[in-house]
């Protein structure tokens, strides 16, 4: 048996620059970090007890014969991509619910993927993992999804991840001091709104828009230049950070009308009285997460005005996608049977 633990992530700037319609003729750049948040998939070769051969538990239960029976789109096409032919038996479980903008889909068929190389008897590379899951998800089976969440699950760390050009992916860690580092994350809160969306119908407009959408994509890409060198000075002022976040959250909420919600609105505009300087909704928008940027000072009294929903504290991660167990696991093989005559 082999278990992997693979991290969600939050994205800073630079989301929509993402999706191969963009960056593959204007290039694309994020800026994004994981967060110590998980999602943990169990793996093994299923002994030959049962009349099926696939049990795959997650939210749901199946137990099938053949891997095309499988319902769920990312266990069927990665078993079929890795050309496992023997019975599997997965199990998933989470820290944060799905649907909900931390790249959760990802980290799951980065984490599947991974414990089906380990199942095989091999050892995937960061930049491996990530491109079989970009292709699984993209090209198998045609969601509507960009490039960075399968990038930062594979990976980790806090990074700027390029799109385009001849690498196609490329993964830039931000070095900045320890106590840098240590200040951001201090002024970044993370809420759930407690609304699900499919973030694939979100993408889906917003690719359609993609070629009425240049002016803000390419501002929304220059945004992580500027977040990067914000990070970087020598003088560093933690809070120019939060104010290009609010900024970049005005921008992207004109992509589409699917981003927010007069609900989502409201939310941010609570936060902001009671002393956020910016935030956003994670991943595609339509409801999920909030991260807020608030001064050490005020965090008190915005956990008192939303109330109503979830706080969860987090801090990030570097490790990306790891196997944290792998046990033996004996073969069984059917005997001839001799029966004897005399």
């Given at each position: 048996?082999?278990?992997s633990k693979t991290p969600f992530r939050i994205s800073f700037f630079g989301g929509g620059t993402d999706y191969p319609v963009w960056y593959k003729e204007n290039g694309g750049s994020v800026l994004s970090t994981t967060i110590n948040k998980y999602c943990y998939i169990s793996s093994r070769y299923?002994?030959?007890?049962?009349?099926?051969?696939?049990?795959?538990?997650?939210?749901?239960r199946e137990e099938v014969s053949e891997i095309s029976e499988i319902k769920h789109p990312s266990v069927r096409e990665c078993l079929r991509f890795m050309n496992i032919d023997s019975g599997v038996e997965m199990v998933h479980t989470s820290d944060l619910?799905?649907?909900?903008?931390?790249?959760?889909s990802s980290a799951f068929t980065v984490g599947f993927l991974n414990s089906l190389y380990g199942l095989s008897g091999k050892m995937a590379a960061k930049r491996q993992l990530a491109l079989d899951a970009i292709n699984v998800e993209q090209n198998i089976i045609k969601e509507n999804v960009g490039s960075q969440d399968q990038t930062a699950a594979a990976y980790g760390g806090f990074n700027r991840i390029n799109f385009g050009g001849a690498e196609e992916i490329s993964v830039q860690p931000v070095i900045i001091s320890s106590e840098k580092l240590q200040i951001l994350q201090d002024h970044l809160m993370l809420f759930f709104t407690g609304f699900s969306r499919s973030a694939s119908d979100i993408a889906k407009e917003q690719i359609q828009k993609t070629p009425s959408k240049k002016s803000e994509l390419s501002m929304m890409k220059s945004m992580v230049d500027e977040a990067v060198g914000i990070?970087?000075?020598?003088?560093?002022?933690?809070?120019?950070?939060?104010k290009l976040l609010h900024q970049s959250w005005l921008l992207k909420r004109g992509l589409t009308s699917l981003i927010s919600n007069s609900q989502i609105d409201q939310i941010y505009e609570t936060a902001l009285r009671a002393g956020a300087i910016g935030g956003k909704l994670c991943g595609a928008g339509g409801g999920g997460f909030l991260l807020?940027?608030?001064?050490?000072?005020?965090?008190?009294?915005?956990?008192?005005?939303?109330?109503g929903f979830l706080h969860v504290p987090f801090r990030f991660e570097?490790?990306?996608?790891?196997?944290?167990?792998?046990?033996?696991?004996?073969?069984?093989?059917?005997?001839?049977?001799?029966?004897?005559?005399?």
């Amino acid at each position: 048996m082999l278990i992997s633990k693979t991290p969600f992530r939050i994205s800073f700037f630079g989301g929509g620059t993402d999706y191969p319609v963009w960056y593959k003729e204007n290039g694309g750049s994020v800026l994004s970090t994981t967060i110590n948040k998980y999602c943990y998939i169990s793996s093994r070769y299923l002994p030959p007890f049962f009349n099926y051969k696939y049990r795959i538990r997650y939210a749901t239960r199946e137990e099938v014969s053949e891997i095309s029976e499988i319902k769920h789109p990312s266990v069927r096409e990665c078993l079929r991509f890795m050309n496992i032919d023997s019975g599997v038996e997965m199990v998933h479980t989470s820290d944060l619910p799905a649907m909900s903008g931390i790249g959760s889909s990802s980290a799951f068929t980065v984490g599947f993927l991974n414990s089906l190389y380990g199942l095989s008897g091999k050892m995937a590379a960061k930049r491996q993992l990530a491109l079989d899951a970009i292709n699984v998800e993209q090209n198998i089976i045609k969601e509507n999804v960009g490039s960075q969440d399968q990038t930062a699950a594979a990976y980790g760390g806090f990074n700027r991840i390029n799109f385009g050009g001849a690498e196609e992916i490329s993964v830039q860690p931000v070095i900045i001091s320890s106590e840098k580092l240590q200040i951001l994350q201090d002024h970044l809160m993370l809420f759930f709104t407690g609304f699900s969306r499919s973030a694939s119908d979100i993408a889906k407009e917003q690719i359609q828009k993609t070629p009425s959408k240049k002016s803000e994509l390419s501002m929304m890409k220059s945004m992580v230049d500027e977040a990067v060198g914000i990070l970087c000075k020598d003088n560093f002022n933690v809070f120019e950070f939060g104010k290009l976040l609010h900024q970049s959250w005005l921008l992207k909420r004109g992509l589409t009308s699917l981003i927010s919600n007069s609900q989502i609105d409201q939310i941010y505009e609570t936060a902001l009285r009671a002393g956020a300087i910016g935030g956003k909704l994670c991943g595609a928008g339509g409801g999920g997460f909030l991260l807020l940027f608030v001064p050490l000072e005020n965090q008190d009294r915005v956990k008192d005005k939303l109330q109503g929903f979830l706080h969860v504290p987090f801090r990030f991660e570097s490790a990306g996608s790891q196997i944290i167990f792998n046990g033996p696991q004996e073969s069984y093989e059917k005997q001839d049977i001799v029966f004897n005559r005399g």
